[in-house]
């Protein structure tokens, strides 16, 4: 019993901290304040500067129920994001997905180890449970419009989208309530068929990620290399464990555009692909 006492005091205190340093983060942004935000830089340049891509907003440290030192990761939380900003950090990867009522909010699945208001897994909550619960118990959930707050006073970071519900929904959603904030937003894409009707929502950055592909789809680098050249791409994203198939990265360079792999944390590892030729590397840890 103690043990819970103190960890929700220490629950408590995060929360607050969060909260002194990032206020107003819990309404929409006027409109009028987007617009200079919103201000594209070329892909070219967007592309030079993919290095670390932070995953789900990170790593945390953190307390378990019994107070004891715990990480927590994907928590795509404020705590996250002040974390990565306080960084340096510039892109950022987030997980995404609907509220009950039809919001989009950041987190990764509706799991019960996300929150204990999520009693079993696929219990979707609306968006006032979702803002009124704590993510892994501690940390401070984030709606899209406290995110579009977090870009608009932070001009240089931007969002990589992971929608795991309809993507094209999602994006959607992202581009009709925030319209001058797509360039902010660099959509990440999950078959060709997405490309099109993502690029008529106004969205000039696009990431293919394979993950979602069967395995001969995956390592169809032929397909991949014509799809980036006949459409204009930030990059493609693929599992580190693809980069050992015999002739995959070599067919892949072939592509022409920055190669990026998920998820890899330790620092010789990243290296050693760095120097393999991946340009781009998602992690849980916070780096710039």
Known sequence: MVRKYAAAIIAAALIMTVFSVMVSCDHRVDPEETAESGTAETLESVRERIKYIIHGAGKLAGHNLYGESKYFTCSNSMEGFRQCLDAGCEFVETDFSFTSDGELVCI????????DDIEFEGDVLSLDSFLNTRIFRQYTPVSLDMLAEILVNNRGLYI???IKDDNIAGL???????PDLRNRFIAQIYSESEYGPVRELGFEYIIYTLYRLDWNSKVD???HCRFASENPLAGITFSYELCDVPGFLDGMKEA????????????EEQNRYFEMGIQGIYTDEVIK
Not at 172 to 177: D, H, P, T, V
Request: glycine letters at 4%; charged letters at 25%; proline letters at 6%.
């Open 160 to 162: 990589i989208t992971d």
């Open 172 to 178: 959607k959603y992202i581009a009709e309530k925030y």
């Open 221 to 223: 680098t032929e397909s």
């Open 256 to 267: 022409g555009v920055p190669l990026l792999i998920h998820t890899v944390n330790d620092r």
């Open 108 to 115: 990764h699945d509706w799991y019960p180890s996300y929150s």
